[in-house]
């Protein structure tokens, strides 16, 4: 029945993911227990007798999600947030049916991550973007990089590709593939495909969590950070990038992600409508100042 996907066929918990998911599991179990006395009574929605419980990056998309919810975007869903934390697989938590949705990434890197994981979750919504941007606090300029820097980029091959482009268009190395060509696949681009490298740097990979710390490091000239993370180091993407990635014809949109067996749940479906509503991508317009943009 629509609505009960995983809820009420609790699995053994994981001892690494316990303290992540207390909340939202408590919450599953409560739902299950009060609901159980109700399989005679006619009256109750099956669309909205569960919460629809969501993992999402704290900036901007558990930002995102409260808003929705307190604008009454909703219709009566209850959706129960928890927002991402420590070493956890958020969409390892969506496929084993942990959690129902997660919010945190875009398509080329869920595409990645089905390929890699064996996974079939899909994306329900896209819903903004967060330019990419080069941040540096030892230099002014990307044009200032002196010869031999080290510069911090993410790890995750369709991250680390996106921070390759980006040093590229901001003519600091340049590649042999161009993004946007069909049949592109952003998960297999490396350092080995930099063909030119005039001021010889040097690339340290980091996880994205990290990577705004790395602009107290000494040894690190410039960083690549993504702008969820930025925003929440206290950075102005729009003011404070050395160089930043362009929003128009951008893949890398933020998508609202489910597990296929999910994703016409009237609750999902009504939590992609809000986020991708108008009145949404106004407070998006007028609350991140060009740090986050409207998908589309």
């Not at 990635?245 to 609202?256: C, I, T």
């Amino acid at each position: 029945m629509a609505g009960t996907y995983h809820k009420c066929v609790m699995k053994t918990p994981r001892i690494s993911l316990a303290a992540v998911l207390a909340g939202t599991l408590a919450a599953v179990l409560a739902a299950c227990g009060s609901t159980s006395g109700q399989s005679g009574s006619s009256s109750a929605d099956p669309a909205t007798a569960f919460p629809l419980t969501v993992m999402a990056d704290v900036k901007p998309h558990a930002e995102l999600i409260k808003r929705a919810q307190a604008d009454g975007l909703l219709d009566g869903i209850e959706v129960q947030v928890t927002e991402i934390s420590g070493q956890v697989d958020p969409d390892k938590l969506v496929q084993d049916g942990d959690v129902d949705v997660n919010f945190f990434q875009h398509e080329p890197y869920l595409k990645n991550w089905n390929a890699e994981n064996n996974g079939n979750l899909v994306s329900v919504g896209a819903v903004h973007v967060e330019p990419l941007g080069l941040y540096s606090k030892k230099y002014a300029r990307a044009a200032d990089l002196p010869e031999g820097s080290a510069i911090a980029i993410p790890q995750d091959p369709t991250n680390l590709a996106r921070a390759l482009f980006l040093l590229q268009d901001a003519g600091i190395i340049g590649l042999n593939v161009k993004a946007g060509d069909p049949g592109t696949d952003y998960s297999k681009i490396t350092k080995a495909n930099v063909t030119t490298n005039k001021k010889n740097v040097t690339f340290v990979e980091i996880d994205r969590p990290q990577l705004a710390a790395t602009l107290d490091d000494p040894k690190i000239a410039m960083s690549v950070v993504n702008g969820n993370y930025a925003l929440e180091a206290g950075l102005v993407p729009e003011k404070d990038a050395k160089y930043l990635e362009s929003a128009k014809g951008n893949p890398y949109a933020n998508v609202l992600v489910t597990h296929p067996d999910l994703a016409k749940d009237p609750r999902v479906v009504k939590l992609a409508s809000a986020l991708t509503s108008e009145q949404i991508k106004k407070y998006i317009t007028s609350t991140y100042q060009g740090s986050v943009l409207p998908a589309g």
